[in-house]
Structure formats: C-alpha cells, structure tokens
C-alpha cells in the first residue's frame, strides 16, 4: 500500500527572502542525511531557479575532473542518489503531486514570491505545512504577516482542508547588527 508523502511548501509574498536556498537545503538535508525519498517541485515559474542550479551544477561537473571523481566517489560509497527536481506552474502543483505520491517521504514545492500568481494559494491550501521564510524588512514583514493571517483563517474556516500549520521563521539574520 503506498502511503501520501508529506507536502511541505516554501512560500510568501515576497521574492528574494530564501524560499529556494531552504527548499534545497532541506530537500538535501532530508535526502542525503537522513535517507528518506524527497522529490522537490520547483513551481517558481518562470525562473525556475532550482532547476536551474541543478543545470549549472551538473554543466560544472561536466567540465571538472575533480568534481567528477567526487561524484563517482560518493555514489561508490552507497550514497543516495539525488532527489529529483520537477518544474510546474503553480496551478498544476497538486497534479504533480499526485503523479509523485507513493514513490516519495516529502514533497517540497518551492513557489513564486507572490500569491497573485495563479494557483498559489490553491496550491497552499493543499499542502501539509507551509513554511515562509522572513527577513529583516518592513515591508517583507507587512507581507508576511498578512499573508499568514489569510491562510490562518483559512485553516480556521476550512478544518477539512490538508493544510496543518503555517510557519513563519528568520531567514538571512546577521548577528552582528541589533
């Protein structure tokens, strides 16, 4: 019997605070580290900066020898092999998932730095957990703030609905500044 995958989604209302460093991170994380199959969905349309990342990465790897003998050493040492990176829009987002469920522990969608964006918060909506990252800024936080408010009453109104909690955490926080 397969079982539902957790689907977790990196997102808030403003571009540029971290949801792809973190999607990847993660996505690694739980991945390489801890064993479990990770699938990460990359619905920052039209960048697609993960995708992206994972093309520069394997065009750098194509061209250095030493980095080559790193990657043959670690899938010889019984290494995961990588997680998979899949583009979609945003409204396509819960197709993709259901084609992904069973063969996956975690989905983690990385979506565009706006809910204006079509299919965002239907999108939202059908997750797990929605994490968002913030920064050190008003109007990031303004957004923020607003956009965890909606989807707060959201779950409030919809009890129904997949979406378990909403998260908010300090991304890019220097310690040095007070």
């Not at 522990?105 to 957990?129: K, Q």
Request: positive net charge.
């Amino acid at each position: 019997m397969n079982k539902r995958p957790i689907l977790v989604a990196f997102s808030n209302q403003k571009g540029g605070v971290g949801k792809s460093t973190v999607t990847a991170v993660l996505a690694s994380y739980f991945n390489y580290v801890k064993g479990l199959k990770v699938a990460v969905v990359d619905c920052d349309y039209p960048q697609f900066s993960l995708e992206k990342l994972r093309g520069r990465d394997l065009k750098n790897l194509e061209k250095s020898e030493y980095h080559q003998r790193l990657f043959c050493r670690q899938f010889e040492d019984g290494s995961r092999k990588a997680y998979p990176i899949v583009t979609s829009t945003p409204e396509a987002a819960a197709e993709i998932s259901g084609k992904l469920e069973g063969d996956y522990d975690l989905i983690f969608f990385d979506l565009p730095g706006t809910v204006n964006s079509r299919g965002v918060f239907e999108s939202v909506m059908n997750m797990d957990f929605i994490f968002t990252p913030i920064v050190k800024d008003r109007m990031v936080m303004q957004s923020s703030l607003s956009f965890v408010s909606t989807v707060q009453d959201f779950i409030g109104q919809h009890p129904e609905a997949p979406l378990k909690d909403i998260r908010l955490f300090w991304n890019r926080m220097d310690s040095r500044t007070s």
